[in-house]
């Protein structure tokens, strides 16, 4: 994404993965901050006191806000409800509209920024599940979301491409699909774990500008119900209780 102006004061918030991190722009510039944490638990504690630094260390209150950007999925289920529940909080406070990016296409557009790529290559996002099976998006050669979001097992996302595409993959689960993957074809690139609060910050500034928020609502992308278990305790009860 060239450097952009950004006319206005826009608050990024990222919990989906494995990290705390916010970012901001102040309208009538052309850089923005941001501040990654990370973590893999924690992020409710952490996110507030990050969120009122960096607005104070940007110079703005947080009353100046014109816009809250915010990963709506796919992602862990407990940072996801972190990160939108603050979004939406922070919105509703303020009076300001709420962006919801999907994760894979920001990862996406981190990786498109820094490299092309050819008519017969794809880009494939993966994320972790802390399952046997991932969640993904693929990209063709323009950028364009061609799959997903959605959660399959390898196999199920080898056999997405022909023999004759090259497939460049990032995201945070890139090792573990290494080592269940069996085709060749696929390139792993590293570097490309978390969402960037200044790639969001870029892209939401791109949406305001054409004027598309009503299209990207902070909605939740779950993929998959939260994980739950049967308790193991026994279940002990009072003999003659009748209530």
Known sequence: ?????????????????????????????????ENIKKMNRGQAEALIPQVDAIVDGAGIAMSDLDYIVTTRGPGAFAGLRIGLSSARSYGLALSVPVIGLVT?????????????????QSLLVLIETKRKDFYYCVYNHKGENIHGP???SAAGIEAIFTADQTVIAIGDAIERFEKTAKDSQFQYMSGFDLPSPKMMLGIAQLIIDEQLTAAYPPDPLY??????SISKKEVRTLEGYKG
Request: hydrophobic share 45%.
């Open 1 to 33: 994404m060239a450097m952009r102006q950004f006319n206005k004061n826009i608050l990024a918030i990222d919990t989906a993965l494995g990290a705390s991190s916010v970012g901001v722009a102040v309208s009538g510039g052309s850089d923005s901050h």
């Open 223 to 228: 993929l998959r119900d939260a994980d739950v």
């Open 104 to 120: 894979c296409d920001v990862i996406a557009r981190q990786y498109l920024e820094k490299q092309s790529l050819s008519e017969t």
């Open 150 to 152: 959605a959660a399959a």
